[in-house]
Nanobody
Framework: QVQLVESGGGVVQAGGSLRLSCAAS????????MGWFRQGPGKEREFLARMSGSGTMTHYADSVKGRFTMSRDNAKNTVYLQMNSLKSEDTAVYYCAAGQNWRADPNKDVYGYWGQGTQVTVSS
């Protein structure tokens, strides 16, 4: 069993930055692929980034590539999402998730554990 708790959301002006954190419980954190997703108002959930358990593989959605950076600290059971150059369209609830697969298509990964989400609002 893994429990995930996101933090770091808030209100930021366009062009600003935020760093989200996702703290995980459990002693097998390093075995999990971790993902970041978001769901904006009236939109479907969107994949943003994923990182392998060891941290050696990372994959970003085109919509955030070059602006968002995912990292993890397995000693702290925590993953991060550094978000720079934020835009109004980045406004959403952001979720982290844990899974145990890495498929060629990131949208086909299966994540068995999800956090409760943290709100990010970008004001223009």
């Amino acid at each position: 069993q893994v429990q995930l708790v996101e933090s770091g959301g808030g209100v930021v002006q366009a062009g600003g930055s935020l760093r989200l954190s996702c703290a995980a419980s459990g002693r097998t954190f390093s075995s999990f692929t971790m993902g970041w997703f978001r769901q904006g108002p009236g939109k479907e959930r969107e994949f943003l980034a994923r990182m392998s358990g060891s941290g050696t593989m990372t994959h970003y959605a085109d919509s955030v590539k070059g602006r968002f950076t995912m990292s993890r600290d397995n000693a702290k059971n925590t993953v991060y999402l550094q978000m720079n150059s934020l835009k109004s369209e980045d406004t959403a609830v952001y979720y982290c998730a844990a899974g145990q697969n890495w498929r060629a298509d990131p949208n086909k990964d299966v994540y068995g554990y999800w956090g409760q989400g943290t709100q990010v609002t970008v004001s223009s």
